[in-house]
């Protein structure tokens, strides 16, 4: 039989301090982050991150600041991070002989 919840949750954080704790979110300065990133990136060989730049309750206008804190100060320092590696997985345009002719789009009117 499975674990109960309580059994399977014993050890999770369930307060700010333990939740920043055990690493499941990262606060701080640009540069702080930038340093908690570096590390889970390169300990963990992670080249593609997804940031939530908000959440709860916060402002829009807060939001607005945490996204361009992170897009000014923050993403110019791990920009390099793996600079040296090919990135299999972003996206690449296809050769044009390789796209699927489409035909023509032509719009229909609709009289009722």
Known sequence: MGKGT?????????????????????????DEVAEQ??????????GHLMLLLQFGNISKQLTQYNTRLSTEKLMPQLRNLFSESEDHWWPKPM??????????????????
């Not at 990133?37 to 992670?46: G, H, I, M, S, Y």
């Open 6 to 30: 309580q059994e399977r949750f014993a050890g999770t954080a369930k307060d700010t301090e333990g939740i920043v704790e055990r690493g499941y979110v990262l606060i701080g300065s640009p």
């Open 37 to 46: 990133l570096r590390e889970v990136a390169t300990t963990l060989n992670v």
């Open 95 to 112: 050769d044009a002989n390789e796209c699927a002719e489409l035909p023509a789009f032509t719009p229909k009117l609709v009289v009722e």
